[in-house]
């Protein structure tokens, strides 16, 4: 998971890098959406930097409930074995 988010702020961070001297590619783009350039730009790099959150929000949900249904088969099998459970204040001392 975490090569997936490296590659991903890695391009948006080159893509910032490398965005002005490629601005006359952009020019034509803006000038058809009625913005400015750098407008544009910065439109493309917010939308680039949501959508890896978007993802990031989705990974972290999914290990969630893994994270959860685990809790819970740990606990069915410590019932089923006949294993007590600690109480917070043993794990304390």
């Known amino acids: 998971m975490s090569f997936k988010y490296t590659i991903g702020w890695m391009s948006v961070c080159l893509f910032g890098i490398f965005a002005s001297p490629l601005i006359f590619l ?4 803006a000038k058809m959406l009625r913005l400015t350039p750098t407008s ?3 439109a493309m790099s917010t939308i680039a930097v949501a959508v890896i959150l978007i993802q990031l929000s989705v990974s ?3 290990n969630q409930r893994k994270m959860e249904t685990l809790v819970r088969e740990n606990s069915l099998l410590r019932e089923s074995l006949g294993i007590p459970m600690k109480d917070k204040k043993s794990d304390e001392a």
């Open 26 to 29: 952009v020019t034509p783009l």
């Open 60 to 62: 972290i949900s999914g």
């Open 40 to 42: 544009l730009l910065v």
